[in-house]
């Protein structure tokens, strides 16, 4: 089994910067891809990024592209989002995510997501 957990995430204001952690632990060697989701009340859950396993391969998000950079560091098991130039719409949960190598088309693991606000 795998473990995510977020950190990073707080109160910015518009037009500010963040950046967010997601640590795994577990079974690590078994992780695939790894992405960024976001999921405000009432609202699906949105896919916000995605890395490849070696890093080399990244995918946004319209709403984000250019904003948002995810990053990887197998090392330390852990996978990033940069967020800058942040508006109010960015204001909601986030939540870290990965598949595996057994699974490497599905969502398999969750984190239990982090908040970010972000003021006028």
């Known amino acids: 089994q795998v473990q995510l957990v977020e950190s990073g995430g707080g109160l910015v204001q518009a037009g500010g910067s963040l950046r967010l952690s997601c640590a795994a632990s577990?079974?690590?060697?078994?992780?695939?891809?790894m992405g960024w989701f976001r999921q405000g009340p009432g609202r699906d859950r949105e896919f916000v990024a995605r890395v490849s396993r070696s890093g080399g391969s990244t995918v946004y998000a319209d709403s984000v592209k250019g904003r948002f950079t995810i990053s990887r560091d197998n090392a330390k098991n852990t996978v990033y989002l940069q967020m800058n130039s942040l508006n109010t719409e960015d204001k909601t949960v986030y939540y870290c995510a990965a598949t595996t190598l057994a699974a490497p088309n599905s969502w398999n693991t969750w984190g239990q997501g982090t908040q970010v606000t972000v003021s006028p």
């Open positions: 577990g079974r690590t060697f078994s992780i695939d891809v």
